[in-house]
């Protein structure tokens, strides 16, 4: 928080503790009325020359504003009342998609089955006679 923030505020703070002592005390004389439309006017043309025109803050309401506050009770409630059906089909696209493209991210696939060898076409004799007219023995 800038020193001139923490200022601005104890400021502001000051005048509304003024303004509230102000009506249990007698009125002032007119030298002093005089002297208190000043100060105003002048606290007034400070608050016009701030930045953009704009009315400073109390530092009190800046702090409050940018407190940190906890929403998770909030957001449970809201997350455990709503409760909707979405198709299995959706479900699993959204998966897919936010699954990452590392091998430890995807699916394990299933094992196929090893097919039982089966006997070949040819005989014994077919091979032996392939091997006589091949290699002519």
Avoid: W
Avoid at 78 to 95: A, D, G, N, W, Y
Avoid at 120 to 129: P, Y
């Amino acid at each position: 928080m800038s020193a001139a923030l923490l200022r601005r505020g104890l400021e502001l703070l000051a005048e509304s503790e003024a303004s509230r002592a102000a009506p249990s005390q007698a009125k002032p004389s007119g030298a002093r009325l005089k002297r208190a439309r000043k100060a105003k006017a002048s606290q007034a043309q400070k608050l016009r020359n701030s930045a953009k025109g704009k009315v400073p803050k109390s530092a009190l309401a800046e702090y409050q504003k940018r407190e940190c506050q906890n929403h998770l009770t909030t957001n449970l409630k809201f997350m455990t009342s709503k409760r909707s059906t979405v198709e299995e089909s959706v479900t699993q696209q959204i998966l897919r998609q936010n699954r990452g493209r590392k091998a430890c991210d995807r699916p394990v696939a299933k094992t196929k089955k090893k097919k039982v060898a089966e006997g070949t076409v040819f005989t014994e004799e077919d091979f032996q006679k392939f091997q006589q007219e091949y290699f002519g023995s």
